[in-house]
């Protein structure tokens, strides 16, 4: 695995293009209004009688303080008390939803995003906890992933050990950036010793894995500041690390407007970031699992990805992507066997629906037969870069070069270019081209054309 990414950097120039990080295919880009809540149930029915197990997802939206950066959904306030009303929409849809489950399917895989799920206070987080319990059959035996997002600003020693004693056993740990002129332009100062006393108290606490995330191409960065940033959080030795690049689009995300675009990193100087980046991680013995993942050798990504059971969906990269994936709170997507859902994205519709006793969804998406095929392609690709094209052909019954005949000469273009081996057999992904596959995958999305790229962040 030490050869899993060869650094091309005319490629790079050629293949590196805006697209989706398929996090699921089709992408949320084509979700509509035609899925309601009685398609949710339907799905939910086959998912009872099929006793598949399931992955949570709780959405909870509060942030004390605003990243500029940001582009998840949120709600920035002081007051703390706002909880209080989303609690209880919470646990109503959680009634409403587990009505149409069985006891026997398990929760395999838990995780709370946000926003800052520990906004919620001690008692909150337990009263949340309580209740997810009551609804659904979670594990008590610590075997599942029970996850959660940790802003080391708004926790400490004592809220991990709670967190803890909840049944929580990894963290994701936002960072970002060390360097503290660039927190300043971003809004989130935040020093390596809050990051550190977390990380601590993680291993104290015996939590089974820590990932930590952060983003290349922030204001005022440079490849010599970012590569101490990746130097510091190496010594720190997270399990996993997410290297995000930062796409800025301030006409789609208000807050970032109140970034200076003219002290954003030229495009070569955010190359060089992710260049020195992956080669610290490398040297460090991190693998690279793909897009912007990597994990130490005997993390559970890359065992999966050696056996061939590494999945993604819109939790990213998992070892649960056999789950059906039930979303809770505002804005939350679902994915139950070929179903695809998403909540309200505003806090007062998704209340007020459910205090009427009402589910919210406001849009969603019914898989056709292409898109299992195409999914299942670009599944395979991203997630072991590389694709054999029998058991494709078997599963769906059809010939694999005739069905995507279209694409054919880009394929072979790619291969000349040495990103790829193609062969009447497969495709294999070489080491030049498993940091564009991305590009690879967007030739088998159907509902790709010039228009709907403009609302991703680019490749590379």
């Known amino acids: 695995m030490l050869d899993a990414i060869h650094w091309d950097s005319e490629m790079i120039r050629r293949y590196d293009q805006t697209g989706p990080r398929y996090t699921s295919y089709p992408t949320a880009m084509q979700l509509h209004a035609g899925v309601g809540s009685f398609d949710l149930l339907h799905a939910l029915r086959d998912s009872r009688k099929a006793q598949r197990p399931l992955s949570l997802y709780v959405h909870v939206p509060f942030c004390a303080n605003i990243c500029y950066y940001c582009a998840c959904n949120k709600v920035i306030t002081k007051d703390r008390g706002r909880a209080h009303a989303y609690l209880q929409a919470l646990e109503q849809e959680m009634t409403l939803i587990g009505r149409h489950l069985d006891e026997r399917q398990t929760v395999e895989q838990l995780h709370l995003g946000g926003g800052t799920p520990t906004f919620l206070s001690h008692d909150e987080l337990r009263q949340l906890m ?36 909840l049944g929580f056993n990894r963290v994701s740990i936002g960072v970002q950036d060390l360097d503290p002129a660039v927190q300043r332009a971003i809004n989130r100062l935040q020093s390596l010793e809050e990051t550190c ?53 301030p006409e789609r995300f208000m807050p970032q407007r109140r970034i200076d675009s003219s002290e954003l990193p030229s495009a070569a100087n955010k190359l060089a970031m992710l260049h020195n980046s992956i080669e610290q991680l490398s040297s460090a013995g991190y693998r690279y699992i793909g897009l912007d993942h990597f994990a130490l050798p005997d993390d559970e990504l890359a065992s999966a990805q050696e056996d061939g059971s590494l999945q993604r969906n819109f939790q990213g990269y998992t070892t ?3 789950c059906d994936l039930i979303g809770l709170g505002v804005s939350a997507i679902s994915q139950v066997g070929d179903l695809y859902c998403q909540n309200s994205s505003e806090l007062s519709d998704y209340q007020q629906n459910l205090s009427s006793g009402q589910l919210t969804i406001q849009r969603g998406l019914q898989c056709n037969a292409d898109d299992r095929i195409r999914r299942a392609v670009i599944q395979q690709l991203i997630c072991h870069f590389q694709l054999d094209f029998a058991p494709i052909e078997q599963a769906f019954g059809i010939n694999f070069r005739d069905y995507f005949s279209d694409i054919w000469p880009q394929l072979r273009q790619m291969a000349e270019d040495g990103l790829l081996v193609l062969s009447d057999r497969g495709i294999d992904v070489r080491p030049s081209g498993r940091l564009l596959v991305r590009s690879l995958c967007m030739l088998f999305d159907h509902y790709l054309d010039d228009r709907s790229r403009q609302g991703f962040s680019r490749v590379i």
């Open 197 to 249: 006393s977390i990380v601590e108290a993680a291993r104290t606490l015996q939590f089974r894995s820590v990932n930590i995330d952060l983003i290349y191409g922030l204001p005022l960065q440079t490849p010599e500041r970012f590569a101490r940033t990746v130097d510091a959080v190496i010594d720190l030795q997270p399990d996993r690390l997410s290297l995000f690049n930062y796409a800025h689009l």
């Open 320 to 322: 649960h992507g056999h």
């Open 130 to 165: 309580s209740q997810l319990h009551q609804h659904f059959n979670l594990l008590d035996d610590d075997s599942g992933d029970y996850s959660i997002e940790i802003d080391p600003r708004e926790a400490d020693w004592s809220t991990m050990g709670l967190l803890r004693e």
